[in-house]
């Protein structure tokens, strides 16, 4: 994963939401033990939008807004960005917007009420 190549498209667009005051969060359903794989790919600079990101994270003073599946869980990928989702939702945020490569978990996407923009064919 930490090999994994950015979706240049998708960083723009989120690029263009931070430059406007969004807030972005992001939820996966990689496990917690890979916390620090996932935040050093996701800041990394062989993406050049990403050095907006670098800037936003360093400015929170804090962890950014990373909510990870809990180690050991093996449920599907759906079903635990659902309730991750709805934990964000709990500490206050409203996404209104997911992108997302997997058919099922873009299916719960749309169904808990959010567009969502299929990255990749995602048949997995």
Not at 11 to 33: D, H, S
Request: overall charge negative.
């Amino acid at each position: 994963m930490a090999k994994d190549e950015p979706i240049e498209q998708t960083w723009a667009i989120m690029n263009c939401l931070l430059t406007y005051g969004n807030q972005v969060i992001f939820i996966t359903g990689r496990p917690e033990k890979q916390r620090s794989v996932t935040t050093d790919w996701l800041l990394g600079t062989n993406c050049l939008v990403r050095r907006d990101l670098q800037e936003w994270v360093s400015n929170l003073g804090a962890d950014f807004n990373l909510y990870m599946r809990k180690n050991g869980d093996r449920r599907l990928s759906h079903i635990v960005k659902g309730e991750l989702l709805e934990q964000a939702r709990q500490d206050g945020f409203d996404p209104k917007l997911a992108f997302e490569d997997r058919i099922e978990d873009t299916k719960m996407w749309r169904e808990k009420g959010l567009m969502c923009c299929q990255v990749a064919e995602g048949n997995y």
